[in-house]
Protein backbone atom coordinates (compact mmCIF):
# COMPACT_ATOMS: atom_id res chain seq x y z
CA UNK A 1 0.00 0.00 0.00
CA UNK A 2 1.14 3.42 -1.02
CA UNK A 3 2.52 5.48 2.28
CA UNK A 4 3.55 8.86 2.82
CA UNK A 5 5.00 10.18 5.76
CA UNK A 6 4.43 14.18 5.96
CA UNK A 7 6.74 15.98 8.42
CA UNK A 8 4.50 19.42 9.60
CA UNK A 9 5.69 22.21 11.21
CA UNK A 10 2.20 23.45 12.90
CA UNK A 11 -0.82 21.67 12.89
CA UNK A 12 -4.29 22.51 12.99
CA UNK A 13 -6.30 19.76 13.33
CA UNK A 14 -9.85 21.07 12.45
CA UNK A 15 -11.31 20.94 15.95
CA UNK A 16 -8.36 22.16 18.74
CA UNK A 17 -8.40 25.71 19.49
CA UNK A 18 -4.65 26.14 18.37
CA UNK A 19 -1.80 25.72 17.05
CA UNK A 20 0.04 22.17 17.89
CA UNK A 21 3.32 20.96 16.26
CA UNK A 22 5.85 20.27 15.30
CA UNK A 23 4.10 16.53 14.49
CA UNK A 24 4.33 14.08 11.75
CA UNK A 25 1.57 12.08 9.62
CA UNK A 26 1.57 8.58 8.33
CA UNK A 27 -1.09 8.33 5.30
CA UNK A 28 -1.23 4.72 4.26
CA UNK A 29 -3.60 4.41 0.94
CA UNK A 30 -6.51 7.00 1.18
CA UNK A 31 -6.34 7.29 4.84
CA UNK A 32 -4.42 8.92 7.94
CA UNK A 33 -2.59 5.82 9.61
CA UNK A 34 -0.88 7.85 12.59
CA UNK A 35 -0.06 10.62 13.92
CA UNK A 36 2.56 11.91 16.55
CA UNK A 37 5.69 14.08 17.45
CA UNK A 38 7.46 11.25 15.41
CA UNK A 39 5.95 8.21 13.36
CA UNK A 40 7.02 4.55 11.81
CA UNK A 41 8.19 4.58 8.36
CA UNK A 42 6.80 1.97 6.71
CA UNK A 43 9.38 0.25 4.15
CA UNK A 44 9.48 3.00 0.82
CA UNK A 45 7.30 5.26 2.39
CA UNK A 46 7.84 9.09 0.81
CA UNK A 47 8.19 11.67 3.13
CA UNK A 48 7.22 15.06 2.76
CA UNK A 49 9.00 18.03 4.18
CA UNK A 50 5.96 20.49 5.60
CA UNK A 51 8.34 21.57 8.18
CA UNK A 52 8.31 25.23 7.78
CA UNK A 53 4.67 25.06 6.98
CA UNK A 54 1.14 25.49 8.90
CA UNK A 55 -1.03 21.68 8.03
CA UNK A 56 -4.78 21.55 7.96
CA UNK A 57 -7.38 19.24 6.96
CA UNK A 58 -8.53 20.17 3.57
CA UNK A 59 -10.71 22.93 3.10
CA UNK A 60 -14.66 22.21 2.03
CA UNK A 61 -16.31 25.02 0.57
CA UNK A 62 -20.09 23.87 1.15
CA UNK A 63 -21.38 26.76 -1.68
CA UNK A 64 -20.28 26.64 -5.18
CA UNK A 65 -22.05 26.57 -8.41
CA UNK A 66 -19.36 24.91 -10.84
CA UNK A 67 -21.69 24.54 -13.63
CA UNK A 68 -23.84 28.31 -13.01
CA UNK A 69 -21.60 31.59 -14.23
CA UNK A 70 -23.48 34.42 -13.10
CA UNK A 71 -20.99 36.90 -15.56
CA UNK A 72 -22.83 35.21 -18.38
CA UNK A 73 -25.53 33.09 -17.45
CA UNK A 74 -28.12 33.65 -20.26
CA UNK A 75 -25.17 33.12 -23.11
CA UNK A 76 -24.30 29.73 -21.27
CA UNK A 77 -28.19 28.49 -22.13
CA UNK A 78 -27.43 28.00 -25.36
CA UNK A 79 -24.38 25.62 -23.91
CA UNK A 80 -24.90 21.66 -23.93
CA UNK A 81 -25.49 20.56 -20.47
CA UNK A 82 -21.54 17.93 -21.58
CA UNK A 83 -20.15 21.33 -22.36
CA UNK A 84 -21.43 22.75 -18.51
CA UNK A 85 -19.96 19.47 -16.88
CA UNK A 86 -16.83 19.86 -18.88
CA UNK A 87 -16.03 23.48 -17.43
CA UNK A 88 -17.33 22.97 -14.38
CA UNK A 89 -14.12 19.93 -14.06
CA UNK A 90 -11.93 22.47 -15.22
CA UNK A 91 -13.17 25.09 -12.59
CA UNK A 92 -13.06 22.80 -9.60
CA UNK A 93 -9.76 21.58 -10.35
CA UNK A 94 -7.96 24.88 -10.31
CA UNK A 95 -10.19 25.36 -7.36
CA UNK A 96 -8.54 22.54 -5.50
CA UNK A 97 -4.97 24.11 -5.85
CA UNK A 98 -6.40 26.61 -3.59
CA UNK A 99 -6.90 23.95 -0.88
CA UNK A 100 -10.42 22.91 -1.13
CA UNK A 101 -10.49 19.35 -1.47
CA UNK A 102 -14.61 19.03 -0.99
CA UNK A 103 -17.31 21.10 -2.69
CA UNK A 104 -20.93 21.03 -2.43
CA UNK A 105 -22.68 22.41 -5.57
CA UNK A 106 -25.56 23.96 -4.67
CA UNK A 107 -27.29 24.23 -7.77
CA UNK A 108 -27.25 24.48 -11.94
CA UNK A 109 -29.83 26.44 -14.51
CA UNK A 110 -29.67 23.82 -16.57
CA UNK A 111 -32.19 21.28 -17.43
CA UNK A 112 -30.37 18.24 -16.99
CA UNK A 113 -27.80 16.84 -14.41
CA UNK A 114 -24.12 18.31 -15.59
CA UNK A 115 -23.19 18.53 -11.81
CA UNK A 116 -24.37 15.24 -11.13
CA UNK A 117 -22.48 13.42 -13.96
CA UNK A 118 -19.79 15.17 -12.84
CA UNK A 119 -19.40 14.02 -9.18
CA UNK A 120 -20.04 10.78 -10.22
CA UNK A 121 -17.08 10.91 -12.85
CA UNK A 122 -14.79 12.36 -10.42
CA UNK A 123 -15.77 9.49 -7.63
CA UNK A 124 -15.56 6.83 -10.33
CA UNK A 125 -11.88 7.86 -10.63
CA UNK A 126 -12.34 8.53 -14.61
CA UNK A 127 -11.06 12.37 -13.87
CA UNK A 128 -9.51 13.60 -11.09
CA UNK A 129 -10.83 16.50 -8.86
CA UNK A 130 -12.42 17.65 -5.58
CA UNK A 131 -15.16 15.89 -3.85
CA UNK A 132 -18.67 16.71 -4.96
CA UNK A 133 -21.15 16.75 -2.75
CA UNK A 134 -24.62 18.02 -5.26
CA UNK A 135 -27.82 19.62 -5.16
CA UNK A 136 -28.64 19.42 -8.92
CA UNK A 137 -31.59 21.98 -9.25
CA UNK A 138 -32.66 25.23 -7.20
CA UNK A 139 -36.56 24.24 -5.84
CA UNK A 140 -38.21 27.35 -5.93
CA UNK A 141 -41.88 28.95 -6.36
CA UNK A 142 -42.34 31.03 -9.62
CA UNK A 143 -41.30 34.55 -8.90
CA UNK A 144 -38.97 33.28 -6.26
CA UNK A 145 -34.95 33.76 -6.84
CA UNK A 146 -34.91 30.48 -8.26
CA UNK A 147 -37.49 31.61 -10.85
CA UNK A 148 -34.94 32.38 -13.68
CA UNK A 149 -37.69 33.41 -16.29
CA UNK A 150 -36.94 37.10 -15.47
CA UNK A 151 -33.19 36.79 -17.24
CA UNK A 152 -35.19 36.31 -20.38
CA UNK A 153 -38.41 37.72 -22.39
CA UNK A 154 -41.51 36.43 -21.42
CA UNK A 155 -41.81 34.91 -24.78
CA UNK A 156 -38.86 31.91 -24.38
CA UNK A 157 -40.18 28.94 -22.30
CA UNK A 158 -36.61 28.03 -21.52
CA UNK A 159 -36.36 24.87 -19.28
CA UNK A 160 -33.56 26.49 -16.75
CA UNK A 161 -35.67 26.72 -13.80
CA UNK A 162 -37.01 24.28 -11.31
CA UNK A 163 -40.41 25.68 -10.43
CA UNK A 164 -43.23 24.93 -8.59
CA UNK A 165 -46.53 26.54 -6.98
CA UNK A 166 -48.45 23.74 -5.73
CA UNK A 167 -47.77 20.92 -3.29
CA UNK A 168 -48.61 18.33 -5.81
CA UNK A 169 -45.63 19.79 -7.94
CA UNK A 170 -43.44 20.50 -5.16
CA UNK A 171 -43.39 16.98 -4.14
CA UNK A 172 -42.97 15.84 -7.87
CA UNK A 173 -39.51 18.16 -7.76
CA UNK A 174 -38.16 17.22 -4.96
CA UNK A 175 -38.37 13.24 -5.58
CA UNK A 176 -37.45 14.09 -9.00
CA UNK A 177 -34.47 15.54 -7.60
CA UNK A 178 -33.98 11.92 -5.81
CA UNK A 179 -34.25 9.82 -9.03
CA UNK A 180 -31.75 11.79 -10.31
CA UNK A 181 -28.76 11.55 -7.68
CA UNK A 182 -28.91 14.69 -5.45
CA UNK A 183 -27.55 14.13 -2.77
CA UNK A 184 -28.96 17.40 -0.95
CA UNK A 185 -32.20 19.61 -1.61
CA UNK A 186 -31.25 22.99 -2.19
CA UNK A 187 -33.99 25.77 -2.30
CA UNK A 188 -35.22 29.45 -2.25
CA UNK A 189 -37.24 30.66 0.35
CA UNK A 190 -36.56 34.58 -0.49
CA UNK A 191 -35.99 36.76 -3.16
CA UNK A 192 -32.21 37.27 -3.91
CA UNK A 193 -30.02 40.48 -5.17
CA UNK A 194 -28.38 39.10 -8.41
CA UNK A 195 -31.89 37.90 -9.39
CA UNK A 196 -34.15 39.95 -11.83
CA UNK A 197 -37.96 40.10 -10.20
CA UNK A 198 -37.25 39.17 -6.98
CA UNK A 199 -36.81 40.65 -3.58
CA UNK A 200 -34.68 39.17 -0.57
CA UNK A 201 -36.69 41.15 1.82
CA UNK A 202 -39.67 38.58 1.06
CA UNK A 203 -40.33 35.27 1.63
CA UNK A 204 -41.99 33.27 -1.56
CA UNK A 205 -42.90 30.17 -0.07
CA UNK A 206 -46.05 29.84 1.97
CA UNK A 207 -45.46 27.73 5.30
CA UNK A 208 -47.46 24.91 3.62
CA UNK A 209 -45.22 24.90 0.92
CA UNK A 210 -42.41 25.10 2.57
CA UNK A 211 -43.85 22.41 4.59
CA UNK A 212 -44.59 20.16 1.80
CA UNK A 213 -41.00 20.26 0.55
CA UNK A 214 -39.45 19.43 3.64
CA UNK A 215 -41.15 16.79 4.54
CA UNK A 216 -41.10 15.17 1.42
CA UNK A 217 -37.17 15.39 1.34
CA UNK A 218 -36.89 14.04 5.02
CA UNK A 219 -38.85 11.19 3.69
CA UNK A 220 -36.46 10.81 1.42
CA UNK A 221 -33.45 10.96 3.78
CA UNK A 222 -32.15 14.33 2.08
CA UNK A 223 -31.21 17.03 3.55
CA UNK A 224 -32.44 20.91 2.81
CA UNK A 225 -30.87 23.93 2.11
CA UNK A 226 -32.30 26.85 1.95
CA UNK A 227 -31.40 30.45 -0.38
CA UNK A 228 -32.65 33.31 2.76
CA UNK A 229 -32.78 36.49 3.22
CA UNK A 230 -35.35 38.10 5.16
CA UNK A 231 -35.44 38.09 8.87
CA UNK A 232 -38.66 36.05 8.52
CA UNK A 233 -37.33 33.36 5.73
CA UNK A 234 -34.33 32.50 8.09
CA UNK A 235 -36.83 31.86 10.55
CA UNK A 236 -39.15 29.81 8.57
CA UNK A 237 -36.01 27.94 7.37
CA UNK A 238 -34.85 27.15 10.56
CA UNK A 239 -38.95 26.18 11.96
CA UNK A 240 -39.30 23.93 8.76
CA UNK A 241 -35.94 21.94 9.73
CA UNK A 242 -33.25 23.15 6.92
CA UNK A 243 -30.15 21.50 7.82
CA UNK A 244 -28.32 24.31 6.84
CA UNK A 245 -29.45 28.22 6.04
CA UNK A 246 -27.62 29.95 3.25
CA UNK A 247 -26.77 33.69 3.17
CA UNK A 248 -28.74 34.32 5.74
CA UNK A 249 -28.38 37.88 4.63
CA UNK A 250 -30.55 40.40 6.66
CA UNK A 251 -31.03 37.35 10.02
CA UNK A 252 -31.61 38.87 13.51
CA UNK A 253 -31.01 37.72 16.84
CA UNK A 254 -34.34 36.01 17.59
CA UNK A 255 -33.06 33.78 14.27
CA UNK A 256 -29.43 32.94 15.31
CA UNK A 257 -31.01 31.83 18.69
CA UNK A 258 -33.48 30.11 16.94
CA UNK A 259 -30.70 28.10 14.44
CA UNK A 260 -28.43 27.82 17.77
CA UNK A 261 -31.36 25.88 19.11
CA UNK A 262 -32.66 24.00 15.90
CA UNK A 263 -28.43 22.85 15.42
CA UNK A 264 -28.79 24.72 12.33
CA UNK A 265 -25.95 25.71 10.26
CA UNK A 266 -25.17 28.93 8.35
CA UNK A 267 -23.47 29.42 5.42
CA UNK A 268 -22.86 33.43 5.75
CA UNK A 269 -21.74 33.75 2.17
CA UNK A 270 -19.47 37.16 2.90
CA UNK A 271 -16.82 37.28 0.63
CA UNK A 272 -20.13 37.66 -2.14
CA UNK A 273 -21.25 40.72 0.02
CA UNK A 274 -17.69 42.23 -0.26
CA UNK A 275 -17.75 41.96 -3.91
CA UNK A 276 -21.14 43.23 -3.81
CA UNK A 277 -19.88 46.49 -2.48
CA UNK A 278 -16.93 46.73 -4.71
CA UNK A 279 -18.94 46.21 -7.66
CA UNK A 280 -21.56 49.34 -5.98
CA UNK A 281 -18.94 51.47 -5.38
CA UNK A 282 -17.36 50.65 -9.38
CA UNK A 283 -21.09 50.86 -11.23
CA UNK A 284 -20.99 47.39 -12.43
CA UNK A 285 -22.96 45.90 -9.92
CA UNK A 286 -25.85 44.61 -12.81
CA UNK A 287 -28.67 46.80 -12.76
CA UNK A 288 -31.42 44.39 -11.29
CA UNK A 289 -28.92 44.01 -7.95
CA UNK A 290 -28.63 47.79 -7.39
CA UNK A 291 -31.82 48.84 -5.88
CA UNK A 292 -31.68 45.92 -3.72
CA UNK A 293 -28.22 45.70 -2.30
CA UNK A 294 -27.78 49.66 -1.90
CA UNK A 295 -31.26 49.50 0.05
CA UNK A 296 -30.09 46.25 2.03
CA UNK A 297 -25.83 46.80 2.47
CA UNK A 298 -25.68 48.14 5.72
CA UNK A 299 -28.15 45.58 7.28
CA UNK A 300 -26.59 42.86 5.63
CA UNK A 301 -22.92 43.84 7.49
CA UNK A 302 -24.96 44.45 10.66
CA UNK A 303 -26.37 40.96 10.64
CA UNK A 304 -22.90 39.61 9.94
CA UNK A 305 -22.09 41.19 13.05
CA UNK A 306 -24.45 39.75 14.52
CA UNK A 307 -23.85 36.03 13.39
CA UNK A 308 -19.90 36.78 14.92
CA UNK A 309 -21.23 37.64 17.87
CA UNK A 310 -23.38 34.53 18.28
CA UNK A 311 -23.00 30.77 19.00
CA UNK A 312 -24.32 29.46 15.77
CA UNK A 313 -22.84 26.82 13.89
CA UNK A 314 -21.34 29.01 10.97
CA UNK A 315 -19.61 26.82 7.82
CA UNK A 316 -17.49 27.81 4.68
CA UNK A 317 -19.82 28.81 1.55
CA UNK A 318 -18.65 30.87 -0.92
CA UNK A 319 -21.78 31.07 -4.12
CA UNK A 320 -18.61 31.16 -6.68
CA UNK A 321 -20.23 31.02 -9.76
CA UNK A 322 -21.92 33.90 -8.70
CA UNK A 323 -18.09 35.51 -8.72
CA UNK A 324 -15.29 34.22 -9.58
CA UNK A 325 -13.70 30.77 -8.37
CA UNK A 326 -10.41 32.22 -7.51
CA UNK A 327 -11.69 34.61 -5.06
CA UNK A 328 -13.22 31.90 -3.18
CA UNK A 329 -10.18 31.31 -0.62
CA UNK A 330 -11.09 35.16 0.36
CA UNK A 331 -14.29 34.12 2.19
CA UNK A 332 -11.65 33.17 5.07
CA UNK A 333 -10.07 36.77 5.24
CA UNK A 334 -14.21 38.52 4.91
CA UNK A 335 -14.82 36.20 7.94
CA UNK A 336 -12.72 37.57 10.22
CA UNK A 337 -13.00 41.39 8.91
CA UNK A 338 -16.61 40.90 10.18
CA UNK A 339 -15.49 39.78 13.32
CA UNK A 340 -14.96 35.67 13.65
CA UNK A 341 -11.95 34.53 15.07
CA UNK A 342 -9.37 33.42 12.99
CA UNK A 343 -10.10 29.60 14.47
CA UNK A 344 -13.72 29.87 13.88
CA UNK A 345 -13.33 30.95 10.87
CA UNK A 346 -10.64 27.27 9.95
CA UNK A 347 -13.23 25.27 11.61
CA UNK A 348 -15.82 26.45 9.33
CA UNK A 349 -13.66 25.44 6.68
CA UNK A 350 -12.66 22.14 8.11
CA UNK A 351 -14.15 20.39 10.87
CA UNK A 352 -17.70 22.74 10.76
CA UNK A 353 -18.37 22.12 7.09
CA UNK A 354 -17.47 18.30 7.53
CA UNK A 355 -20.00 18.12 10.39
CA UNK A 356 -22.97 19.62 8.23
CA UNK A 357 -22.49 17.14 5.32
CA UNK A 358 -22.89 14.30 7.87
CA UNK A 359 -18.98 13.23 6.57
CA UNK A 360 -17.22 12.22 9.90
CA UNK A 361 -14.03 11.30 7.79
CA UNK A 362 -13.13 14.57 6.44
CA UNK A 363 -12.39 17.87 8.41
CA UNK A 364 -10.37 16.55 10.84
CA UNK A 365 -6.66 15.61 11.22
CA UNK A 366 -6.33 12.13 13.04
CA UNK A 367 -6.31 8.29 12.69
CA UNK A 368 -8.94 6.55 10.15
CA UNK A 369 -9.87 10.02 8.42
CA UNK A 370 -9.14 10.57 5.22
CA UNK A 371 -6.09 11.97 3.76
CA UNK A 372 -7.38 15.69 2.83
CA UNK A 373 -4.19 17.73 3.81
CA UNK A 374 -2.98 20.85 2.70
CA UNK A 375 -0.15 23.20 3.89
CA UNK A 376 0.58 26.39 3.69
CA UNK A 377 3.52 28.67 4.67
CA UNK A 378 3.02 31.25 7.84
CA UNK A 379 0.60 31.01 11.16
CA UNK A 380 -3.06 31.48 9.95
CA UNK A 381 -4.10 32.45 13.57
CA UNK A 382 -2.15 35.12 13.61
CA UNK A 383 -3.14 36.24 9.86
CA UNK A 384 -5.64 35.07 8.53
CA UNK A 385 -4.19 35.63 4.88
CA UNK A 386 -1.54 32.94 4.79
CA UNK A 387 -4.84 30.97 3.69
CA UNK A 388 -4.96 32.37 0.39
CA UNK A 389 -0.81 31.21 0.23
CA UNK A 390 -1.81 27.26 0.65
CA UNK A 391 0.67 25.49 -1.85
CA UNK A 392 0.61 21.62 -0.70
CA UNK A 393 -2.73 20.03 -1.63
CA UNK A 394 -3.37 15.92 -0.89
CA UNK A 395 -6.57 14.14 -1.61
CA UNK A 396 -7.53 10.71 -0.86
CA UNK A 397 -3.62 10.30 0.01
CA UNK A 398 -2.90 11.72 -3.53
CA UNK A 399 -0.51 14.59 -4.00
CA UNK A 400 -2.10 17.58 -6.27
CA UNK A 401 0.03 20.48 -5.45
CA UNK A 402 3.03 20.17 -4.41
CA UNK A 403 5.96 23.45 -3.86
CA UNK A 404 7.59 22.51 -0.76
CA UNK A 405 10.74 20.06 -1.58
CA UNK A 406 10.74 16.60 -0.66
CA UNK A 407 13.48 15.43 1.38
CA UNK A 408 15.87 13.55 -0.81
CA UNK A 409 16.85 10.16 1.17
CA UNK A 410 13.67 8.80 1.07
CA UNK A 411 12.27 10.33 -2.46
CA UNK A 412 10.67 7.45 -4.31
CA UNK A 413 9.04 7.33 -7.41
CA UNK A 414 6.45 10.31 -7.23
CA UNK A 415 2.78 9.65 -7.02
CA UNK A 416 2.41 13.31 -8.14
CA UNK A 417 -0.67 12.71 -10.79
CA UNK A 418 -1.17 15.38 -12.97
CA UNK A 419 -1.63 18.59 -11.09
CA UNK A 420 -3.84 21.91 -11.94
CA UNK A 421 -1.73 24.74 -13.10
CA UNK A 422 0.06 26.83 -10.47
CA UNK A 423 -2.90 29.81 -9.39
ZN1 LIG B 1 -25.78 30.09 -4.46
Redesign the pocket.
Known amino acids: MRATVLMCGKIFDGVAEELAGPAEILVEGKRIKGMGRSVSRPPGAEVIDLSGRTVSPGFIDT?V?LTMDASRLVLQTLESSASKALKGLSLAREYMAYGFTTLRD??SADPEWPSIDLRNAINAGFVEGPRLIVAAHILSASAGHGDLGGFYNSRWTIPVSAIADDAGSIKALVRREHTFGSDWIKTTNTGGYFSAGDDPARVTWFDNEMEVLTSTARQLGMPVAV?TGAAEGCKQAIRFGARSI?HAYLIDSEGLQMAEQAGAYIVPTMQMTQEDLQELETGTLPCQAVWKFRRDNEKILASQRLLAGSQVKVAYGT?CG?FPFRHGILEFQAMVKAGLSAIRALKAATSVAAELLGRDDLGVLAPDKLADIVAMPGDPIADIGATAKVDFVMKDGIVYRESPRRSDASVRASNKRTAPQNV
Open positions: HHLGHEDM
